[in-house]
């Protein structure tokens, strides 16, 4: 059995303990903190980026995932991943939505990721997912996101940027982190039993203002709590989830249509000029069934 947290014993983790909590909600984070929080990325692996979109590109990309969502283009996309024989490919790919596209290079978040800390200069999109859940949704176990079969190293950094469009609150569900897991070489569903438990160590980010980002070492283990009982105004949890990858090895992709989605991304000119690599195919080996990718 997998151990149930950095350098402990299965038998440690039954021992009921409170965790950190980060409220960002009240709380004001300068470019003083966020470069002391890069300098830990590499013991902890995470960062919390409050509020880092303007509001009218939180708009924009809200109205963007309420499509993807209602028009049923967000279900053909995981059906054509889970089921490529039977699905075919969308008709649109999020890419190809205007907001989402410019998301994806957003030139405050990828000049935060060059830092050494982080990525460093070289590096590729990976994927994005994105999602809409009401509150009161159920949670997601513990699990990481990090693409590699077999799991056997981390020599390079893989990130996974997720997006709080309308921010966090405890109706949507809490994120709970697992610093310093991201050193462990395990599966991604090593700790999938023990559920949405609270863990010894964890940090639990519970609130954070409308368009904040929290950047994950994708093997950082990590779970998606239940939300409170819905509320009655219908508060959602939009989340879209981008990822990235150092250069330096050929990474799995995780759809079957990956090569259009980095096409739409060159046809697109997204990041032509300082990030021209970033939608390269040369960066990534053969696609293998069951690596469909999913929002977390």
């Known amino acids: 059995m997998a151990p149930e947290g950095p350098g402990q014993d299965c038998a440690t983790w039954s021992t009921p303990v409170r965790p950190s909590v980060y409220n960002g909600g009240s709380r004001v984070i300068t470019s003083s903190d966020i470069a002391a929080h890069i300098k830990e990325f590499d013991d902890k692996g995470f960062l919390v980026l409050p509020g880092l979109l303007p509001s009218f590109f939180v708009g924009r990309l809200t109205?963007?995932?309420?499509?993807?969502?209602?028009?049923?283009?967000?279900?053909?996309?995981?059906?054509?991943?889970?089921?490529?024989?039977?699905?075919?490919?969308?008709?649109?790919?999020?890419?190809?939505?205007?907001?989402?596209?410019?998301?994806?290079?957003?030139?405050?978040?990828?000049?935060?990721?060059?830092?050494?800390?982080?990525?460093?200069?070289?590096?590729?999109?990976?994927?994005?997912?994105?999602?809409?859940?009401?509150?009161?949704?159920?949670?997601?176990p513990w699990h990481h996101d990090y693409e590699q079969r077999p799991q056997r190293n981390r020599?390079?950094?893989?990130?996974?940027?997720?997006?709080?469009?309308?921010?966090?609150?405890?109706?949507?569900g809490a994120l709970a982190v697992l610093p310093g897991s991201h050193h462990e070489v395990a599966e991604k569903d090593a700790r999938s039993h023990l559920g949405t438990d609270v863990l010894p160590g964890e940090v639990l980010i519970t609130e954070l203002p409308p368009g904040s980002a929290v950047v994950l070492h994708s093997a950082l283990f990590h779970t998606r709590r239940a939300g409170d009982v819905p509320t009655a105004e219908g508060t959602h949890r939009y989340m879209i989830d981008a990822?990235?990858?150092?250069?330096?090895?050929?990474?799995?992709?995780?759809?079957p249509y990956w090569r259009r989605i980095l096409a739409v991304g060159r046809e697109r000119r997204l990041g032509e000029g300082r990030w021209a690599e970033l939608f390269e195919e040369r960066h990534f080996g053969a696609y293998e069934p069951g690596d469909a990718g999913r929002a977390s």
């Open 63 to 140: 109205r963007e995932v309420d499509h993807w969502v209602d028009s049923g283009l967000r279900q053909r996309s995981i059906d054509a991943c889970l089921r490529p024989d039977r699905c075919p490919v969308p008709e649109v790919v999020e890419l190809e939505m205007t907001a989402h596209g410019e998301l994806a290079v957003f030139p405050p978040l990828l000049e935060l990721l060059e830092d050494e800390n982080l990525l460093g200069p070289a590096f590729v999109f990976h994927h994005l997912h994105s999602d809409r859940r009401p509150s009161g949704a159920p949670g997601k």
């Open 155 to 172: 020599r390079l950094p893989m990130l996974h940027v997720l997006h709080y469009l309308q921010g966090l609150r405890p109706a949507m």
């Open 243 to 255: 990822s990235y990858c150092r250069t330096g090895e050929l990474w799995p992709p995780v759809k």
